[in-house]
């Protein structure tokens, strides 16, 4: 294979790898907003208690004990002062002694009674406002695994498209990722190498940078130091630049449709992004067809 030919193989193949590890990054969030939604769905309403009854049984029964002792001393007075006038004074005394006790009773369990209405009234309250960020929250969750679906698929047709390029067997197994495909396309580009095989080649001197820390071959590792591999590594840099770019892009216009309750078909980020992954997997499936070098 000549080495315009390679370099435009690995270009193909490092524009999916670069799609595939934004999906993966997008999809992942996703992921965990559904399960914020889900959380705040699945949030159980608070139990309502019933009206306190006003227990006229112990009113009266209090009220009761009340007049029994009033009786008795009224008994022990009137048998010790027979005048008439004293009895009348008594029995009027006996009356008013009644309601005054009886009132702060019937006044202790109305409070009682207030009170749990009051408490029945905040927790319905309450409840109604569960109730509302269930029914949010599940739209938003609707819109949210509309759009998973949608890039689920193309993740799936991304990677049985790569899985063709690499079945070429053209790259050994070892060096199939984002990262050894950058720096074998920079290698070829900057002319530092002319093939992948050989003393001279970029297998050989991406093991040799490795080996001596020139360079970072874990893409974990890299996205935690992204701007110092900047001169090193250029290639890689710069798709995972633009890929950190498209995450945050298309995870921030998902939110915002989300949070604004709108249809994903409307709008215009989502819906250029899913066409550009769409584009780059049907570019490079007819390149594919149409390359009379790779034997697929």
């Not at 790259?171 to 495909?181: E, H, N, S």
């Not at 819906?271 to 790779?294: D, H, M, P, R």
Request: glycine residues 2%; charged residues 25%; proline residues 2%.
């Amino acid at each position: 294979m000549e080495t315009y030919q390679l370099k435009e193989y690995l270009g193909k193949i490092m524009k999916l790898e670069t799609k595939k590890y934004e999906l993966d990054n997008i999809i992942n969030r996703l992921k965990e907003k559904v399960e914020i939604e889900k959380w705040i769905i699945n949030q159980k309403c608070y139990p309502i208690d019933s009206v306190y009854p006003i227990n006229m049984v112990k009113i009266l029964e209090q009220w009761f004990m009340l007049l029994v002792l009033i009786l008795f001393a009224c008994i022990i007075v009137i048998t010790m002062i027979m005048e008439k006038s004293i009895l009348i004074a008594f029995m009027i005394s006996l009356i008013l002694s009644l309601c005054v006790g009886f009132y702060p009773l019937f006044r202790d369990e109305n409070r009682k009674k207030n009170e749990s209405l009051e408490r029945i009234r905040q927790t319905e309250t309450k409840n109604i406002e569960i109730r509302k960020k269930a029914e949010t929250a599940e739209r938003r969750s609707d819109i949210y695994q509309k759009e998973l679906l949608v890039l689920t698929n193309n993740y799936k047709a991304i990677e049985d498209t790569l899985s063709k390029l690499y079945d070429t067997n053209i790259i050994y197994f070892k060096y199939r990722g984002l990262v050894p495909v950058s720096m074998f396309y920079e290698y070829l580009e900057s002319g530092r190498c002319l093939q992948l095989e050989g003393p001279d080649g970029a297998y050989n001197l991406y093991e040799n940078e490795l080996l001596h820390h020139i360079i970072i071959g874990k893409l974990d590792e890299i996205k935690q130091v992204l701007e110092d591999i900047r001169n090193i590594q250029y290639t890689t840099y710069q798709m995972i630049k633009e890929g950190n770019k498209n995450i945050l892009n298309l995870s921030t216009a998902v939110t915002h449709a989300a949070i604004q309750l709108q249809d994903i078909s409307n709008s215009t980020d989502i819906i250029q992004y899913n066409t550009s992954l769409v584009a780059a997997n049907t570019e490079t499936i007819k390149w594919i067809e149409t390359c009379n070098y790779l034997n697929v």
